[in-house]
DNA sequence: AGTCGCCTGGTA
DNA sequence: TACCAGGCGACT
């Protein structure tokens, strides 16, 4: 399930691994994943193209390309892009293949064709783009905007932390762990949390999100980096998908429930 | 604010 | 073999 860390990761390793690689070819083995434009006239416009950048916004992935040119991919749940040389053998669920002229692929392979990509000229024409809220690792992301974010909002902390259009790049994992590091219930109104809990909370969340990318992320589900490697943030995990086990902090039991519809665990002593 | 639908593979 | 996971958009 890749979330910030995780796009964060595959965002440097491409910045590294395809910044100036000329696309020859673009193989579509399912269309499904372009939402726009139409996939023939994607491929026309990104064909023999240069790759210009990479960039991310939330869990959005951006490939900035040769002629106003600018890809939104979105791996949801079960999405990975991976970079190779072309003549190796093709993943059951390649669907997009990038094909370079220096004999590198880069492909979209997503499991539950959830992910998704649109292409537009202008970085404003994706309509999603100018929905999304702040970066939680941006420095202008600071205790003054998170407070102004929680006030007055009935919504439950965790769900307002996976809103995307108030802060970006959060999801069920590390909303789930800076709650728990920072000692707070999941089912607290956003705005009846204190100001000493606010600030414990952002510290947590830029925390955990720092040192998760220092890992390349959680391999939960079947998220890797371009190279197809696991992350290894996954054993830090303190709280998210301990079903039925005890809290590593007191030891008494972890609660299960499920909130705006996805599982949550957290531990009712510690967490208040 | 809550529910549904999109998907496949792992698990009860 | 039925069920569940879950980000996000669409709908209510």
Redesign the pocket.
Known sequence: ?PELPEVETIKRELEKKIVGERIKEVIINLP?PIKRPAPAELKKRLTNKKIKGVKRR??YIILEIEGENFLFI?L???GQLIVEKENGPIE??AHIIFRFASGKDLRFID????GTMNLVDRMEKFS?YNELGFDPLDSSFNLEKFKEILDK???KIK?LL?N?SLIAGI???YAAEALFRAGISPLRPAKRLKDSEIKKLLEALKGILKEAIRYKGSSVDNYVTTDGEEGDYEDKLLIY?RDKKNCPKCGSRLESIKL????TNYCPKCQR
């Open positions: 399930m499904k939330g869990k979105h949801k749940l079960t059951k669920h499991l539950r064709r959830f999603t909002r009935p919504t769900q996976m995307q999801g069920n994992i998908g705006g519809g996805r599982g």
